[in-house]
């Protein structure tokens, strides 16, 4: 069917239906039964997916909910790498692929469920060796490589908390998480590979870390020849790091409330704020929607084309599908580089079955033209995902008609870093309404209210938000309770997600956007303030406010207005230069794309920046109440 005709019919029946056969061979076959059996009682339901798993020592209780703090597994003793790997071995899946990787060259390597389990055995038998300890830090900057994950689980395996980094940050984005975690290691690579150029990290790493005397050692992987200089006796190389140890490292026992890893994410202040997961719950939880969200066979192949750094690299590469059997695809580099036929290309190669990708990368291919996609077999594909903003339904079609041949369903995935997996979304035997995520997942209890925590009408826009506890929820943010509590005191009874949405009156969730100032630019968080704090740091900036501004394939793109210092005057060069300043304290992906110098900012009368009078009139719509406007 052509775009137009889909359109149509979409006008005519409200929703897409999922194909028969996929239905009847679905995981969950009835939507509507599995979450009943989850309402009737959802400590049993949990308890029931957690049975499915390796305990050393099952819990006493499954939740004690004192609010807004939550335990689950109460008292239960595991390793989520022995889920992963151990127990998937002993299930004989020892020589089945974990990983097939990929480079921009097309450039691979096959790593099998028994070789990553040697791998990572070595990497914590090396970090112990070099005393890291249950409960330490570690941090991990390193590109989409299989070394990348392997030592995730070897912090996991000893219990040691990572905290990834994705490989984009600058220097003073990395010293922070360093700083704020107070890693005992950082574990880097020499280079990131991006658009046929290598990027290095390693010296990123060298200046992020210069007198922060906690930081005992820096494991480099060298990928490149001549091999890049370690510098003084912190630095070891990652491959003679881990060279003398044996394939087998004793688990850590680790409580099911345990940490297992902290996560920077941008809100609504300067600062970055560490989401800490923990061990019990996210294992759960991660490996039930691996399975009933994405439908996992054991035949599938599955490739999630996110990274590590972010939390859908967390709970959809390096552990829900590890703890599920999966087989893997990963690609390190550019979406569209060499050319936009390459992630078809892999598709075809590997046979993907399951593939989840964001919004912006399928614009950014609706641009590039279907004759891309339309030279490949891309056949073996039965599921499509989406996450990290919400897609519109224009390139919900496309994806549907372009790449899943109108055979695959496509699950909308809405979630977040906080709540550890996917929330809401339609899965396998509901209909789909394009641009509208769909429904909680069993076990979620989702609504979307008004300030004071009461539904809305249908259709009307509030809050969204979740009522009852999660296995994968956050437990706090690292050194920063008050932080945490804010999620679910805001409004009554509920944890509140920042979000905006509407709910239909059959239930189907569409989210709109944020309600607070983060922007989300190609499906990345970023903080407004994060980055008027990187502005005022130039010399020649004196006050700066920053909007997001809706663009057709990122989403969102970052506009900042401007006031200069005395004796600083507007300039294309001026321009550059402060880009290229915010590029250094945050990332690439912080960078504005445009910015404004102006005379002054909307303020209220008690000082506070007013972006919302900025963004109004940027977008030429109504301010709102100005009330309490200065000027
Ligand atoms: C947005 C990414 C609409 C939302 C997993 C959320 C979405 C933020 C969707 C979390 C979706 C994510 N539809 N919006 N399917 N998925 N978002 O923490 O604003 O990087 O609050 O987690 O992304 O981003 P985060």
Same mark, same amino acid.
């Given at each position: 069917m052509s775009q137009e005709k889909l359109l149509n019919l979409l006008k005519v029946q409200k929703c897409i239906y999922p194909p028969e056969d996929f239905v009847k061979n679905a995981n969950v076959k009835d939507y509507e039964a599995e979450y009943k059996r989850f309402l009737e009682n959802p400590e049993k339901f949990w308890e029931e997916v957690a049975n499915q798993l390796f305990w050393y020592k099952k819990w006493d209780k499954v939740l004690e909910w004192n609010y807004p703090y939550a335990k689950w597994f109460v008292g239960g003793k595991t390793n989520i790498t022995v889920n992963a790997l151990d127990k998937n071995i002993e299930k004989g899946l020892k020589n089945k692929v974990a990983f097939f990787w990929e480079d921009e060259f097309g450039n691979e390597k096959v790593v099998t469920y028994g070789e990553l389990y040697r791998l990572v055995n070595k990497i914590a038998n090396a970090l112990r060796r070099a005393g890291v300890k249950k409960g330490d830090r570690v941090v991990i900057y390193m590109p989409l490589v299989v070394e990348q994950i392997a030592a995730m689980l070897a912090c996991a395996r000893i219990g040691a908390i990572h905290s990834v980094v994705y490989a984009g940050f600058s220097a003073p984005a990395l010293r922070h998480r360093i700083q704020d975690a107070e890693a005992k290691l950082v574990i880097t690579a020499d280079v990131t590979i991006r658009r046929g150029r290598a990027i290095p990290l390693k010296q990123i790493v060298d200046e992020a870390i210069r007198d922060l005397e906690y930081v005992e050692k820096v494991v480099v992987l060298r990928r490149l020849q001549p091999k890049v200089d370690l510098i003084g006796e912190k630095e070891v190389d990652f491959y003679d790091f881990i060279k003398d140890e044996s394939n087998y490292c004793e688990p850590e026992i680790m409580d099911a409330e345990d940490p297992l890893f902290i996560l920077y994410t941008s809100g609504s202040t300067g600062k970055p704020k560490g989401v800490l997961h923990t061990t019990g719950g996210y294992m759960v939880g991660t490996y039930y929607s691996m399975k009933t969200v994405f439908d996992l066979k054991d035949s599938d192949i599955y490739w999630c084309t996110a990274d590590p750094g972010w939390i859908t690299g967390h709970s959809y590469i390096a552990y829900g599908p590890l703890l599920a059997g999966a087989t893997q695809v990963i690609a390190e580099g550019a979406?569209?580089?060499?050319?936009? #036929?390459r992630w078809w290309r892999i598709i075809e190669k590997y046979g993907v079955t399951i593939f989840y990708t964001a919004p912006t990368a399928i614009r950014m291919f609706m641009a590039a033209g279907e004759e891309w996609p339309n030279?490949?077999?891309?056949?073996?594909?039965r599921l499509l995902g989406s996450v990290g903003e919400p897609i519109n339904p224009e390139a919900w079609l496309w994806y549907y008609r372009?790449? #899943?041949?109108?055979r695959c369903p496509i699950v909308d995935t809405w979630w977040q870093t906080e709540t550890?997996?996917?929330?809401i979304t339609t899965i396998d035997s509901l209909p789909m309404k394009p641009g509208k995520a769909g429904k909680p997942v069993p076990g979620v209890i989702a609504d979307v209210v008004d300030k004071n925590g009461n539904p809305v009408e249908p259709n009307k826009g509030g809050f969204l938000v979740i009522k009852y506890p999660w296995p994968t929820m956050m437990r706090t943010i690292y050194k920063d309770k008050e932080r945490y509590e804010k999620y679910w005191n805001t409004i009554p009874n509920c944890y509140f997600a920042g979000d905006i949405a509407t709910k239909d009156e059959d239930g189907y969730i569409m989210v709109l956007g944020r309600a607070d100032d983060v922007i989300n630019v190609s499906g990345h968080r970023i903080g407004t303030m994060e980055v008027e704090s990187a502005l005022v740091s130039h010399p020649a900036v004196a006050e700066a406010a920053v909007i997001g501004k809706p663009h057709p394939v990122k989403g969102e793109t970052i506009k900042a207005f401007i006031v200069l210092r005395k004796d600083h005057k507007p300039s294309e060069k001026l321009i550059e230069d402060i880009k290229y300043h915010v590029r250094m304290e945050l990332g690439a992906l912080a960078v504005p794309s445009e910015i404004e110098f102006v005379d002054k900012l909307p303020k209220t009368r008690s000082g506070k920046i007013m972006r919302r009078v900025l963004k109004a009139k940027e977008l030429g719509m109504d301010p709102g109440d100005l009330s309490t406007l200065e000027e």
């Open positions: 979406p569209n580089y060499p050319d936009p #036929g030279k490949y077999d891309l056949s073996s594909l372009v790449i #899943g041949k109108e550890g997996s996917v929330m």
